[in-house]
């Protein structure tokens, strides 16, 4: 069955200093990876996705994500995280034999020291 | 453009009651999905609707659970009666095609 995991339930990382979110999936076959993020008393919104291609994606708000199918990972990272960056990121599967599904990980919180 | 909105921002009721819950989607958007994250956990496919029609509810999880979406425009969830696992934030998503989905702020139900 497919499942997402992210490890870290919450980070805390200086403001100004690099980012890396950590996350795991298990699929039979080329997955559709995403990573969201969801503000406070904001909706999920779409970071970036994968779904085929160079493996190193480019998303909104100077994020990034690697997919590594070696390790079936998709590590979210930033070089330099902002105050604004503090929210809850969750990253997850898309199913391919459905259009309905997206599979989540239980997230990660991330808290920015001033 | 709106985006997706949800109706109430939180509800808090007593086990037993019943609580709707309202998704207005982005306009023209004809596929319509529920999820939910219950106490922190992960976030859980709940159902699938194209325009009115359920293509998926196998993340429907009991008969308490009843989604409409009357003339394939905003959509209900009720939960009835409801009890205190039912408990989390509830999330609404569309989408015109594809994978790319665009998620509303969500519901934050509170079963006492």
């Known amino acids: 069955a497919q499942s997402v995991t992210q490890p870290d339930i919450h980070i805390t990382v200086s403001e100004g200093a690099s980012l890396e979110l950590r996350c795991n999936y298990s699929y039979g076959a080329t997955p559709y990876l995403f990573w969201y993020v969801q503000s406070p008393g904001q909706g999920l919104q779409l970071l970036l996705k994968?779904?085929?291609?160079?493996?190193l994606v480019q998303g909104i708000k100077g994020f990034e994500a690697e997919f590594k199918r070696s390790q079936s990972s998709f590590n979210l990272r930033k070089p330099s995280v902002h105050w604004s960056d503090a929210a809850e990121y969750f990253c997850?599967?898309?199913?391919?034999?459905?259009?309905?599904?997206?599979?989540f990980g239980s997230g990660t919180r991330l808290s920015i020291r001033p | 453009e709106a985006g997706v909105t949800q109706f109430p921002s939180h509800s808090v009721i007593e086990k037993g009651q019943t609580v709707t819950l309202r998704c207005d989607p982005i306009?023209?958007?004809?596929?319509l999905y529920w999820y939910r994250r219950v106490m922190g956990k992960e976030i859980k496919f709940l159902l699938h609707?194209?325009?009115?029609?359920?293509?998926?509810e196998s993340g429907m999880p009991n008969n308490r659970f009843l989604a409409e979406r009357t003339g394939g425009t905003y959509s209900t969830l009720k939960v009835q009666p409801a009890e205190l696992e039912d408990s989390g934030v509830y999330f609404c998503?569309?989408?015109?095609?594809?994978?790319?989905?665009?998620f509303g702020p969500g519901t934050r139900l509170t079963v006492l």
């Open positions: 306009s023209g958007h004809d596929n």
């Open positions: 609707f194209v325009k009115e029609s359920k293509q998926d």
């Open positions: 997850a599967v898309g199913v391919v034999s459905s259009a309905s599904k997206i599979i």
């Open positions: 994968y779904f085929s291609g160079d493996t």
């Open positions: 998503a569309s989408s015109p095609k594809g994978t790319r989905k665009f």
